[in-house]
């Protein structure tokens, strides 16, 4: 009996064991490089990932810089996020400096890009081009058009499913759900701008990160900055805005959530125009904001934009 007692007490024991790394299995670390794909990352990934976003809420990755801890946060991750198309600059030598050799999924591959020229958006001036092109030929900012946040998503759990094969199907649950969210969401934008002569669809914005949304939603943004935040516009071009501004009755005119805003300031002054609030563009907002996940960002979005363009009149 003894012995029976005492195979079963080890038999039970060694369930236990088994039964724990499920309980208790570690959740896939991912590093994603800003808070937008890692809010993506966490919609499919659920419970199943612990994600850190490199550049936070709030915070404008044109003009950041990688710090050691960064560089640790990296090299410690099973996988990592980026958009990919030039956006992150400073990604190669963040993972040199991290040594990372893991699993990197490019958010963004597979997206129909708009180029980064000049005359796209008429928002640069050939003589202050220096900055104008940090991201390349390619505009980099391509979830502003909520079809091509389907193709992240999609990106995203394939490279989830590699990561973690364990966590495959519930993964693809996820994004199945999350896509028809997103389909929702982009049927809503549509609605939205619906009413709205597209003679009045025109916007003043802090730099060029719009153009994925104009293109998909029929509104015509201009900026005085290129693609980057941290380009200097000049005053010809100021000036070049100033007449556009008069001659197209332009209305609506927006600072951005990562922009400065004294250049918006100025063409206000210059104008006569007021404000018409701010807009969310490579950043969510930290906890209690008006757009802490992407949906809620152009939601957000959507509604001042269409609000300013319509009373603008």
Known sequence: MKKR?????????????????????????VVASFSILA????QVGGDRVAVQALVGPGEDAHVFQPSPSHARQVGQAQ?????????????????QSAGYKGPQVEAARGVRTLDAAPSANHDHDHG????DHDHGPTDPHAWQDVANAK????????GLCAADAAGCAGYRTRAERYTAELSQLDADIRAAWAPVPAAQRKVITSHAAYAYYGRA?????????????????????????????????IRALFVE?????????????????????????DALTPAGGDATTYVAMMRENTRRLVGAVRTAR
């Open 5 to 29: 007692a005492f195979l079963i007490a080890i038999t039970s024991a060694l369930a236990g064991a088994l039964a724990l790394p499920a309980q208790a299995a570690e959740p896939l670390r």
């Open 79 to 95: 996988l990592l996020v980026t958009n990919g198309l030039g956006y992150e600059g400073w990604m190669a030598r963040l993972l």
């Open 257 to 281: 959530n990562v922009s400065d805003p004294r250049l918006i300031e100025q063409l206000a002054r210059e104008t006569g125009l007021r404000p018409s609030g701010t807009l969310y563009s």
């Open 128 to 131: 202050h081009g220096d900055h």
């Open 39 to 42: 809010d993506m990352v966490r």
């Open 217 to 249: 939603y029929g509104v015509r943004f201009f900026a005085a900055r290129g693609l980057s935040t941290d380009s200097e516009p000049s005053a010809k071009v100021v000036a070049q805005l100033v007449r556009q501004i008069r001659s197209e009755g």
């Open 151 to 158: 193709i992240y998503v999609q990106n995203i759990v394939t």
